[in-house]
């Protein structure tokens, strides 16, 4: 295959919303015999059928990545550069369509959270297109030059979960593409729709083979993992698949980049602002209704305020509606997907049974069309509950009382999770000292989740490995290669 600029350059067509969907595999959207279908979660009627990938898609999507690999990994990154900012001009040209189809295949308000997802994607693509990892001299006197530099992988696995299913096509693939690898995407069963619309945007601009897309069921995900053919994997999705993928992966010695779940505590310090923290704390913990892995999912408050800023979350809760995501005066949508939607019924059902003080939502009216559920405030459980113990991934959330500094440090990193972290107190020293004993790859003092175009994110203990974004999650998608030159 002969990579050209040209190619990148020529007239890009509009993705066509109402099109038929197709998978992308070696430059080509691929009609499949077989389709799945894709819910709307705000009345659960289908919104479209999806190309159902399978095994022989799956693997000549893999081909086609690996035969285009040499040449793209051949042309300089400033060239690579060029064509992945027309990728971002294509999108951008077509931004309000796609808010507009997130909202309806993930089921967050157009106005707010699908808006929001797309600004946050798109002008982070030429930003990250731009950074480049220098070749470091690591020595150098009149005998040698000991050089560090960095090789791509060849290709990369990409498998993206529902929550952001806008946001992770890009994040998981232009890091890869930039560094000079070949990607193949595997969206989630229940949101593939933006990515294969994204699809036919870099099917026109990337050299056939560069970008390929297929969607389908989760044993996709596994045959992408086993390959003998694909680099690396990077996976965003729960610990639960983050397991099986490291194990599947080790066949081969894939490199790995895992982002799962997390438990995130919230800690209110003492000389909290808390009257100013409850808006920012409820989006912390509620925000994509719960669905997202560094949402707030305990809220620790000292016992000094505890009471009253319970009153004043549940307040402000209430001032919070939850609606179709196309309606604009919705402030949450639906939970995406039944699956979710029975895992949250069941921890409700847990709270109920354990007569756990609920002082607001609760009860989930299922005779609702959509995957509606209210937004759950679970004040004081027991520790050891599961609405403490376990990621609910969904707009319940518990708000315990603590005595002890300490203490809450110590509960606070009791858990297998390791993602995020948010602490808030006035006096920002001892904001951060605590910060620095909290177990988690992340912590926001004094204010929600924000993700700073080059700051590295990734989990610690079972929260995940390695990085995205940044440096170093660049390098995650290279090799390291010394190189030691004899001068004399
Ligand atoms: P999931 O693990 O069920 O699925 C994620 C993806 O993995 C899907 O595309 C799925 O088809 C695929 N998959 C399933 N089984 C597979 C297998 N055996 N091999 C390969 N691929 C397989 O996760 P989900 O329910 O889609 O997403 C929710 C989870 O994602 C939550 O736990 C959340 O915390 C986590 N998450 C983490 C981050 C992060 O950055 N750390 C971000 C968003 C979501």
């Not at 479209?48 to 990938?53: E, F, I, K, M, V």
């Not at 609702?368 to 027991?382: L, R, Y």
Request: with cysteine; net charge negative; hydrophobic share 40%.
């Amino acid at each position: 295959m002969g990579v050209s600029i040209a190619e990148g350059k020529s007239a890009i067509k509009p993705a066509d919303f109402n099109a038929p969907y197709g998978l992308l595999i070696d430059g080509e959207i691929v009609m499949t015999d077989e389709g799945f279908d894709v819910f709307n979660p705000a009345n659960n009627k289908v919104l479209a059928s999806a190309p159902l990938g399978t095994r022989d898609h799956m693997e000549r999507a893999i081909g086609a990545a690996k035969q285009a690999f040499p040449a793209w990994s051949a042309l300089s990154a400033d060239q690579r550069e060029e064509i992945i900012v027309d990728f971002f001009n294509a999108l951008e040209a077509q931004k309000e369509e796609f808010i507009t189809l997130l909202s309806l295949e993930q089921g967050k308000p157009r106005h707010n959270q699908a808006a929001f997802e797309v600004n946050l994607a798109n002008p982070w693509i030429p930003k990250t297109a731009k950074s480049r990892l220098d070749i470091k001299v690591l020595e150098e006197n009149d005998d040698h030059r000991i050089e560090l530099r960095r090789s791509p992988l060849g290709v990369v696995g990409a498998i993206i979960p529902w929550n952001y299913p806008y946001l992770h096509v890009l994040w998981k693939t232009v890091p890869a593409l930039i560094t000079g690898n070949t990607v193949v995407l595997k969206p989630s069963p229940y949101t593939p729709l933006c990515a294969l619309r994204i699809g036919e945007l870099a099917a026109q601009v990337f050299p056939p083979g560069v970008f390929n897309i297929v969607t389908g069921g989760n044993e996709l995900g596994q045959i992408l993992t086993e390959s003998p053919d694909v680099g690396m994997i990077t996976f965003t999705g729960s610990t639960a698949t983050g397991t099986k993928i490291m194990s599947s992966a080790a066949g081969t010695i894939k490199r790995v980049t895992l982002e799962l779940g997390g438990n995130d505590p919230a800690i209110l310090l003492p000389d909290a602002d808390w009257q100013d923290a409850v808006p920012k704390v409820f989006n912390a913990a509620f925000g994509n209704s719960g669905q997202w892995c560094i949402a707030a999912k305990r809220i620790y408050v000292h016992r000094s305020f505890h009471e009253d800023f319970v009153k004043a979350l549940v307040e402000y809760a209430k001032t919070q509606k939850v609606g179709d995501g196309m309606d604009p005066t919705s402030d949450l949508g639906p939970v995406n997907n039944r699956m979710q939607y029975d895992k949250l019924r069941d921890l409700f059902e847990d709270t109920r049974r354990n007569g756990y003080d609920v002082p607001l939502g609760g009860v989930i009216d299922e005779t609702q069309d959509g995957n509606f559920v209210p937004v759950t405030i679970v004040n004081n459980p027991p520790e050891d509950s599961r609405i403490v113990q376990e990621e609910p991934f969904g707009p319940i959330v518990p708000v315990i009382a603590y005595d002890d500094v300490e203490d809450v440090i110590e509960r606070a990193n009791a858990t297998v999770f390791g993602l995020g972290a948010t602490v808030w107190g006035r006096d920002q020293e001892r904001a951060l000292k605590v910060a620095d004993r909290i177990e988690s790859g992340n912590v926001w003092i004094n204010q929600g989740q924000s993700h700073p175009d080059h700051a590295p994110f990734g989990g610690h203990k079972q929260s995940g490995l390695s990085v995205e974004h940044g440096d170093e999650g660049l390098a995650s998608h290279t090799n390291n290669k010394t190189v030691v030159i004899r001068k004399r």
